[in-house]
């Protein structure tokens, strides 16, 4: 039994080991990226110290 | 040990236990909530109820990968075994870490939903032929859900009840639960925003409890391939040297099949016993014999030297197996005696005297 379950554990980590960071790798390339002539200004990024532009 | 089911049999070590987890739960929560602003312009630019969210999410991703990394830690060194005692209480609080964070996100995203907020939670993203933008809401959901039944169902009573094999089944949908909080991190928090340290919290825990779990995977694996050398005349299995076994204590052999035997020393005789605990497959050969019972070391369950069974009230056995000193070689049938046979320790004989010198 214990060596049963010791075997399920080992396919389960080798499983996770592998699928979890090619899954992760996948959506971090798959990330919508801004235009390529997005403004540079962004609307949601903090306000500038002086105030208004 | 199991023969009526209270809630929770409390004793000094479990409350230990509890107090010193939910310590470290309270004082996460306020260093994140009081801290975390401070030290982190983006805590600070975001309302409180969102700060909230954040601190229950990242401290049940925390808890989880914790709790995931007790076993393959005890196995690799015994001094994170007391870790182990209680590790059900910390799944429970886990789990309930993990809804409070839901309940959070359900109270602020979707506090004004003109849909119920279950149907809103459901129906707000069905983006389902996109990668990165997949709702990750669902892993979330199925990640509690397992969460909550692995918590409901932790008590004793479903461990008898469900027959330990299916429990140990059931119980083992814990790593479907971690795959899907890691993908409801990376598609939910770590796409939407740069956080470096929950990133690291995610990434980092991944690859310490993959190492973990393979590590101590690849050394049972050799453990069991090595076996133990096999008497030619009789077939029985050559366990180790008397003089290896500490009073208390087991050394191990493995069957054929791999199944590991644990040969106990106590009181200047040997008892055989199959390596596994009736109560949740624990490593019995790594307890000790306290007050004439061989003793679990996982929780505390306990079995009579002369027969494998738990002392009265309780009902757990665990297979004998007949044990025979060739010198002081300790060799083991490896076919088991039927549950709860009865077999008086093995004597183990005195040294002969020192002769002395004229
Ligand atoms: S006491 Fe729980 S596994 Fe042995």
New interface residues.
């Given amino acids: ?3 049963r ?2 075997r ?3 396919a ?3 499983g ?2 592998v ?3 090619l ?2 790798a ?3 390339t ?3 990226k801004p235009a390529p002539d997005a403004p540079a200004v962004r609307l949601d990024a ?1 306000p500038a110290a002086e105030g208004q532009p | 040990m199991s023969v009526s089911y209270k809630p929770v049999i409390w004793n000094r070590t479990k409350l230990i236990y509890d107090a010193v987890l939910l310590a470290g739960i309270v004082l996460y929560i306020l260093l994140y909530l009081n801290v975390g602003p401070q030290i982190s ?1 983006a805590l600070q ?1 975001v309302d409180p109820p969102i700060r909230r969210m954040r601190a229950f999410g990242s401290l049940a991703l925390l808890l989880l990968t914790f709790v995931l990394a007790i076993g393959p830690l005890a196995r690799l060194d015994t001094r994170f075994m007391p870790l182990l005692y209680n590790r059900r209480h910390f799944g429970v609080i886990t789990a309930v870490v993990a809804a409070t964070h839901a309940a959070y996100v359900l109270a602020w995203y979707f506090a004004y939903s003109p849909t119920p907020q279950m149907t809103a939670l459901f129906t707000s993203n069905t983006s389902f032929g ?3 933008g997949f709702p990750f809401e669902i892993f979330g959901i199925l990640a509690l859900l397992i969460l909550g039944i692995l918590a409901v169902t932790s008590h004793d009573f479903w461990l008898s009840f469900l027959s330990p ?1 299916l429990w ?1 089944g059931i119980h ?1 949908s814990i ?1 479907a639960a ?2 899907a909080v ?2 409801h991190v ?2 939910g928090a ?2 939407s925003r740069r956080d470096m340290t929950l990133a690291l919290l995610t ?1 980092g825990g ?1 690859a310490l ?2 190492t973990l ?2 590590v101590t ?2 050394r ?2 050799v453990a ?1 391939a090595e076996g133990s050398p096999v008497d030619p005349d009789d077939g029985w299995i050559v366990v180790g040297d008397v003089a290896e076994i500490a009073e208390g204590r087991a050394i191990l052999g493995a069957g054929p ?4 035997i644990a040969v106990f020393r106590s009181n200047g005789a040997l008892s055989a016993f199959s ?2 605990c009736s109560h949740q ?1 624990g ?1 019995i050969g790594e307890g000790k014999v306290v007050r004439g019972l061989v003793t679990c070391p996982w929780h505390g369950y306990q079995y009579r030297l002369e027969d494998g069974c738990s002392p009265p009230p309780f009902r757990e056995r665990i297979r004998k197996y007949r044990v025979r000193l060739a010198g002081t070689t300790v060799l083991v049938d490896p076919d088991p005696l039927p549950l709860g046979t009865r077999l008086e320790p093995l004597p183990i004989p005195a040294a002969p005297a020192r002769q002395g010198t004229a």
């Fill in positions: 039994m214990q060596r379950h010791r399920a554990h080992a389960i980590w080798t996770l080991a699928v979890l960071p899954a992760v996948i959506i971090f798959t990330l919508p903090a | 312009t630019e996109s990668i990165a094999p140990k083992m790593y971690y795959a890691v993908l990376a598609l770590l796409a990434l991944l409890l993959c779990h393979l995977g690849r049972e694996r069991d099949g791999g199944e590991r390596n596994v497959n490593p």
